[in-house]
């Protein structure tokens, strides 16, 4: 088998970040199926939506399965008799079981968001950023049975820019992932890639977000506040109190990084050039915020609505 030659896969995903891996392999491989996960409620009616990954499959006529349980084994019968040389796995969203990995003739490998062994786990690309990373990129890599602790096969790099968002960058990132597929998935299965060990060593973890996750501690350096904003975007936000009302920062600029400008959390600048706010050191400036049950809006408009001045206090 030569690298160009098609081949026969599976695909297991989910959300929109999986779609460009999927179209990728649909270019280079025979999609006997589509693994992904149930239709879920969405929006303010409540009717059930399907993955933005089932709507590309059914759009190619690709057959798709929604399992409400992946561990059992008919399930793993059931992907065994696809006779499938290798599985790709990309934000499926469940751990999948040894008989599952093992269902295809090459096993599962996954597109995973991040440098391993930095960042195994769920949201890679979240706390990345949120952590003041300064690169990051794509890695093709075997699956076992450990959260993301297989060998690499091939990585992609790319620097994170200073005010990217988690957002801007899953959007980079799903599409490096799918050049990574086009380029590398064909040579894997005909025997080209060299697995490399991942040193556990170095590990790092990027457990599931929580809504908690986005609460700004003002105690902290103003840099470091500015890489929570961005890591927390657009899910689950970072947010902090003014009167024990909640307010969601979605934007902020460093103003200074280790100036002591006040107690922290205290606003010490509110005016046409937006509302700046100690830190523990530094100082930090809010540029894009949201009140409760308001839209976006930049601080200048806030701020023409509401009398936040110098001295207001931020969090607790």
Excluded at 34 to 47: A, F, N
Excluded at 106 to 133: E, F, K, Q, T
Excluded at 217 to 235: C, E, F, L, N, T
Aim: charged fraction near 20%; charge should be neutral.
């Amino acid at each position: 088998m030569t690298g160009s030659d098609r081949f026969r896969a599976l695909f297991f995903g989910t959300p929109a970040f999986a779609v460009p891996s999927l179209a990728a392999l649909l270019e280079v491989a025979d999609v006997a199926a589509v693994i992904t996960q149930p239709d879920r409620p969405k929006g303010r009616g409540m009717r059930h939506q399907p993955p933005p990954v089932k709507v590309l499959a059914e759009q190619r006529g690709v057959p798709v399965l929604q399992p409400t349980k992946v561990r059992t084994a008919d399930f793993a019968e059931e992907l065994r008799g696809y006779d499938a040389d290798v599985a790709l796995v990309v934000a499926y969203g469940r751990i999948l079981p040894c008989a599952v990995l093992d269902a295809p003739r090459l096993g599962c490998v996954n597109v995973h968001a991040s440098l391993l062994p930095r960042w195994r786990g769920a949201a890679p690309i979240n706390w990345a950023i949120a952590h003041g990373d300064t690169e990051t990129g794509v890695c093709l890599m075997q699956m076992d049975e450990g959260m993301d602790t297989g060998d690499v096969l091939a990585c992609e790099r790319t620097p994170i820019g200073p005010d990217e968002t988690a957002g801007e960058l899953s959007e980079r990132l799903s599409q490096m992932g799918a050049v990574i597929v086009r380029r590398e998935l064909s040579r894997y299965v005909a025997g080209e890639l060299h697995p490399t060990p991942q040193d556990h060593d170095h590990a790092t973890h990027a457990p599931l977000m929580e809504k908690e996750h986005g609460r700004i501690d003002w105690a902290r350096p103003a840099q470091a506040i500015h890489d929570q904003v961005r890591g927390m975007s657009p899910w689950p936000g970072a947010f902090t109190t003014v009167d024990g009302s909640r307010v969601k920062v979605h934007r902020t600029r460093v103003v200074h990084p280790t100036s002591a400008q006040g107690e922290p959390g205290t606003i010490v600048r509110a005016d046409a050039h937006g509302i700046e706010v100690a830190c523990g050191p530094g100082l930090v400036a809010l540029t894009e915020l949201q009140l409760e049950g308001k839209r976006r809006m930049s601080a200048a408009d806030l701020l023409a609505g509401h009398r936040w001045g110098a001295g207001t206090r931020l969090g607790t």
